[in-house]
């Protein structure tokens, strides 16, 4: 029956397409006709219609011929699944406005005989749900919201925001000369030889300027030696905004007998800074404040409400938390990510004082790291880079955004420190007394910065009557994070380096960090350090001891006094501590968040990675052929996103942060078959390294996924450990550059002790390569389970990684 079907269907559509053609050759020769007879009445003779060439008909090509269903059954189109549609970028749902104010209400003839009974006032706010189920419930009402006026671009153009303006150089190109023509004189002194043609030309050049900046008359009395002494002499008034500080270090004698010759005193001037509450009133009344979120609420998302469907809100009495916010209702996922959607800022926020201005959260968040001026040479320097909270992450991160501010240039040592101190007490100056000196600076330099106006908008907030949407408001500074590499943390936290407790955060010991991930570490781990007098009171003491009697910095005298010895800490008293003396809340130790540049990628996957090079040496150096040619192989991605891996990763030669990073995520398919018995166990090691690397660098956290986060981090502290169980029977050796590091070292430390006048020893012969296991005692290991906790306290590690500084 259907192939009979079929076949009359055929044979119809021929009938039909013959027809077709049939009329359109007769239409075609009645034209042609015409066409004759119309070039007749005008005297032509018309062409043969041999000569007449029709154009191409343009078809359109035939589809391919749909396949049938075997059963019969017709071809229907089909209708693309809702969940694999994309959704297009969608701003987060904006405040609801500002609702009208309320006549004052009556006095009630009876009133309530218990108002304690009353219900409490509802401060805070609920938005709307976008198309994607997103809403913000806000601590109040919010007077200023920033997504209000962003835009869909804005989302779509993440890695390419508006650049900010640059405000323009009023200084002349010519300066510190007086005049252009005393410039291009010294310029030319400096810049060429003046035995060369290109010196000679440039003579020509400046002699026959032609924008006219040299003039002869303009030369007068000049000479190259006053103009050395211009571009020697510092600048004299600091630039805008910024001021100079002097800062005077007591020196300690560090021995007994240097107590009779008196306490040396050295000052350290020309230190480049500004004041933080200067940083803040900026910030709040220039066009950047168009930026900045000044109420913070919790970003939600949940299940688009049905029609006629009751909001979980709406419940008269719905609980709160400790924060003043409704609780997160089922179903619903809270979206970490901002700071200004943190904890840490809800806290800060709930436990503000009442005032009458609208109280804002000014979420100061510092970061300190050294950096090198130069490829050669010792040139250095160590900026301090502050950045508000109060601005979206992904803003930050953009250099060209002019988000941060510098705000210090910490200064180093006098160089002749040495010298000085052997002149004074007459012996050669301890190391430990060096170090000392060097957290006396840092945190010399932070009471600069720690003013008096800034402890009391600390306590009482900073009134600012000039806010750019001319809104009166009141300004209330807070660290939630301080961004710094481990070196600089222990310097801020005032701590020994990697010593019995070697976390800033926890009092955790060192010989329990190879258990990290453990039940028994989770709980050992929540013993925390804390701010409290006994301990301010036993720097008070140890720095007694010190000054006066002459007790060694890191002496049995000092470490004795409790708690400084038995929770590692320093004899030096920290400018912090300033903020709780004057009246305010504040925990320092809290502000000492993970850093995955410095931790992981340049921490712990860095050793984990040198240890599995360590086992290819030890089974066989042709694997580490192998290892590197697998790398050489593996293409780029993206744009710049995974580079090329041209040298042998093996090497490890100055590579970045970024280069591990690249590393990681190729490594899998690199380890395939190379390790022999060990291979299941590193890629098993290496794939939930990949997962929780991941996790760690996602840009928004749900609640479900630091649920999931914290699955992998334990899972990941479990196959590293037992990596370094089943690993222990491998006899690993110092890599190459290693064992040449370690002859560096000790030849660097043999000419330390003969520049010092000690004897002379013999240097450490480095031809036998030492044992290296793989170490789990550090503080960058002891990190990993901290992250998911990070996170929920202050948002993503996008948002306060020392990336940022670096980029």
């Known amino acids: ?179 252009a023509t005393h410039a291009l004189i010294m310029s030319y002194h400096w810049l060429e030889p003046k035995d060369s043609t290109a010196g000679t030309n440039m003579l020509l050049d400046i002699m026959r300027d032609p924008a006219g900046d040299f ?184 250099p060209s955004a002019n988000t941060h501010f510098h705000f210090v240039y910490f200064p180093k040592l006098p160089d002749d420190i040495k010298e000085r101190f052997r002149a004074h007490y007459g012996y050669t100056m301890p190391d430990k007394v060096l170090a000392h000196l060097k957290r006396e600076l840092f945190h010399r330099v932070w009471d600069i910065l720690l003013d008096d106006e800034f402890l009391d908008a600390w306590v009482n907030g900073l009134r600012t009557d000039d806010c750019w949407d001319q809104l009166l408001r009141r300004l209330f500074p807070r660290f939630p994070t301080y961004g710094a590499d481990y070196m600089d943390k222990i310097l801020t936290a005032t701590m020994k380096f990697l010593s019995l407790r070697p976390c800033p955060r926890c009092l955790i010991l060192k010989a329990d960090i190879p258990l990290t991930g453990t039940a028994g570490d989770l709980t050992r781990r929540q013993e925390l350090r804390e701010n409290t007098l006994v301990w301010r009171n036993a720097v008070k003491t140890a720095q007694r001891k010190i000054m006066e009697h002459g007790a060694a910095v890191d002496g ?19 400018t912090f501590t300033k903020i709780t003396d004057a009246g305010g809340k504040f925990d320092i130790f809290s502000m000492f968040v993970p850093d995955v540049l410095h931790e992981v990628e340049l921490g712990v996957f860095k050793s984990i990675l040198t240890h599995l090079i360590r086992i290819l040496y030890a089974l066989d150096k042709e694997k580490v052929v192998a290892f590197d040619a697998r790398f050489r192989q593996i293409s780029a991605f993206g744009r710049s996103t995974i580079r090329k891996f041209h040298k042998n990763v093996s090497e490890m030669k100055k590579l970045a942060g970024r280069d591990f990073e690249d590393i990681l995520q190729c490594l899998l398919p690199v380890c395939e078959g190379l390790f022999g018995e060990f291979d299941v166990l590193v890629q098993k090691l290496v794939f939930r390294f990949q997962i929780w690397h991941a ?29 370094a169980r089943d690993t222990a029977s491998v006899d690993t050796r110092e890599l190459p550059r290693e064992q040449a590091a370690r002859g560096r070292a000790a030849a660097a430390k043999a000419a330390k002790r003969a520049a010092q006048g000690d004897a002379p020893q013999p240097v450490p012969t480095t031809t036998t390569q030492q044992r290296k296991p793989l170490n789990l005692e550090t503080y960058k290991y002891h990190c990993l389970p901290d992250y998911p906790d990070a996170i929920e306290q202050v948002g993503t590690t996008d948002s306060y990684s020392t990336t940022i500084v670096r980029l």
Not at 253 to 260: D, E, F, L, S
Not at 556 to 574: A, M, Q, T, W, Y
Not at 699 to 721: E, N, V
Request: include cysteine; proline fraction near 15%.
């Open 695 to 723: 996790y760690a660098k996602l840009r928004m956290h749900t609640t479900t996924s630091i649920a999931r986060f914290r699955t992998a981090t334990s899972d990941l502290c479990a196959t590293i450990r037992k990596f």
């Open 215 to 398: 003039r002869q008359a303009d030369i007068g009395q000049f000479k190259i030696e006053h103009g050395n002494k211009l571009l020697d002499a510092p600048p004299g008034e600091p630039p805008k905004g910024w001021n100079f500080g002097t800062v005077t270090l007591r020196v300690p004698p560090g021995k007994h007998a240097g107590v009779a010759c008196g306490i040396l005193e050295i000052e350290v001037p020309n230190i480049l800074y500004r004041r933080l509450v200067d940083v803040m009133r900026e910030a709040f009344t220039t066009p950047a404040f168009e930026r900045l979120h000044t109420t913070p609420f919790s970003l939600r998302a949940g299940p688009k409400p049905k029609p006629g469907q009751r909001s979980p809100y709406d419940t008269p009495d719905i609980e709160l938390d400790d924060y003043g916010l409704p609780l997160l209702p089922p179903g619903h996922q809270e979206l970490l990510g901002e700071m200004y959607n943190s904890q840490r800022t809800f806290k800060a926020y709930h436990n503000l004082p009442a005032c009458e201005e609208e109280p804002v959260i000014v979420d100061l968040m510092p970061f300190s790291d050294g950096t090198h001026l130069a490829q050669f040479g010792t040139a250095s320097l160590q900026p301090g880079y502050l950045f508000l909270g109060n601005r979206s992450k992904y803003e930050r991160a953009k």
């Open 556 to 574: 049995d005298p000092v470490n004795r006094i409790v708690p400084l010895g038995e929770n590692s800490f320093v004899p030096v008293k920290n």
């Open 1 to 179: 029956m259907d192939r009979g079907r079929l076949s009359h269907r055929t044979r119809r559509h021929a009938r039909s397409s013959k027809s077709c053609s049939t009329r359109r050759r007769r239409k075609g020769e009645r034209g042609r006709g015409r066409r004759g007879r119309s070039l007749q009445r005008n005297g032509q003779q018309p062409m043969p219609a041999a000569m007449e060439i029709e154009p191409p008909i343009q078809r359109p090509p035939t589809p391919p011929t749909p396949c049938r269903p075997t059963d019969g059954r017709p071809i229907r189109k089909i209708k693309r699944p809702a969940r694999y549609a994309a959704g297009f970028p969608e701003p987060p749902p904006p405040a609801p406005p500002e609702p009208p104010p309320q006549p004052d209400p009556e006095p009630e003839l009876n009133p309530h005989p218990h108002p304690e009974l009353d219900p409490p006032l509802r401060r805070w706010v609920v938005t709307q749900p976008n198309s994607f189920g997103v809403y913000k419930v806000y601590m109040r009402q919010p007077t200023h919201d920033p997504d209000r006026k962003r835009q869909t671009a804005d989302l779509c153009r993440t890695s390419e925001l508006q650049e900010a303006v640059v405000p323009k150089d009023t200084t002349p190109w010519f300066h510190p000369f007086e005049n």
